[in-house]
């Protein structure tokens, strides 16, 4: 089944920026609905970001648009989320996501739309 290895996490002060990067292995060859979640603690994983491997359709929550970026590479198989204008309530663990129901990728984006996920990435925003 298809494998995710995420990375790219870490600790940065407010303001600043962090990549982070999907790894997809043993792909089904289809199009897909790939994905960036998080959780904060006591809670349970919400969309960041999505993206359709087959248009480039992407959508954004709210509270990212225009600071987060999602994007991915065909060639290589790879996902990925470029962070800037980090905020400490951006502060949580952050999972790649991936289904091939395109629909999933269409708002509302929820996290049982997705069928394989990666073990999750830390990111901290210091104030």
């Known amino acids: 089944q298809v494998q995710l290895v995420e990375s790219g996490g870490g600790s940065v002060q407010a303001g600043g920026s962090l990549r982070l990067s999907c790894a997809a292995s043993r792909l089904t060859g289809r199009w897909m609905c790939m994905g960036w979640f998080r959780r904060f603690p006591g809670k349970g994983r919400e969309a960041v970001a999505t993206?359709?491997?087959?248009?480039?359709?992407?959508y954004y929550d709210d509270f990212v648009r225009g600071r987060f970026t999602i994007s991915y590479d065909n060639a290589k198989n790879m996902l990925y989320l470029q962070m800037n204008n980090l905020k400490p309530e951006d502060t949580a663990m952050y999972y790649c996501?991936?289904?091939?129901?395109?629909?999933?990728?269409?708002?509302?984006?929820?996290?049982?739309?997705?069928?394989?996920w990666g073990q999750g990435t830390q990111v901290t925003v210091s104030s």
């Open positions: 996501a991936a289904t091939i129901r395109g629909s999933s990728c269409g708002g509302p984006v929820k996290e049982d739309g997705f069928d394989y």
């Open positions: 993206i359709y491997t087959g248009g480039g359709s992407t």
